[in-house]
């Protein structure tokens, strides 16, 4: 099984609402990441994961709080979002170890819309 | 993470060879040069990677130059199917602190004609 699901496939939520993304492997792979795209543009990192702990933060506001629960599930708890966090979430997983042969497997994301 | 730049668009049509390049002329000695694909509303899929030799897999062709400043990525017979954003992707080497990293630039925009 080479698949990464993504749960829900669309959200919409208002600013005030608290919402989860999940995202699922059963590839064994113990590096989970979260990327964000917005329209037209390339996805961009946000968090990484590596044997359930969070080893990259790449400056995500607080209203972001990802958790790994256990190696094969990752969840994005959403809260007080603004408008313009409306977008694509990525997640995605591989090997650990930060070697750059891994190949990251990516989920089909969720499309959020804040309003 | 060194840079790449890849043309914005370009065109093809259906069962012909296209040759999608990359320049990345800030490469260092243990870069190396992924690419990733991004079909119509889907998650980023990876296509090939590489070093310094040219490399060959079910999907596409891959050939780099000898001074490794530019790659080209070669779908042998593209299909509709091959219609998507292509990125050129460099991953430094392990224990650096671009740590499982996936920058990914532009991309090309490649549309495939029947």
Known sequence: ?115 | DAKTTQPNSMESNEEEPVHLPCNHSTISGTDYIHWYRQLPSQGPEYVIHGLTSNVNNRMASLAIAEDRKSSTLILHRATLRDAAVYYCILRGGAGGTSYGKLTFGQGTILTVHP
Request: aromatic share 8%.
């Open chain 1, 1 to 115: 099984d080479t698949e990464v699901t993504q749960t829900p496939k669309h959200l919409v939520m208002g600013m005030t609402n608290k919402k989860s993304l999940k995202c699922e492997q059963h590839m064994g792979h113990r590096a989970m990441y979260w990327y964000k795209q917005k329209a037209k543009k390339p996805p961009e990192l946000m968090f990484v994961y590596s044997y359930e702990k969070l080893s990259i933060n790449e400056s995500v506001p607080s209203r972001f709080s990802p958790e790994c629960p256990n190696s094969s599930l990752l969840n994005l708890h959403l809260h007080a979002l603004q408008p313009e966090d409306s977008a694509l979430y990525l997640c995605a997983s591989s090997q650990a170890g930060g070697h750059p042969i891994n190949e990251q497997f990516f989920g089909p994301g969720t499309r959020l819309t804040v309003l």
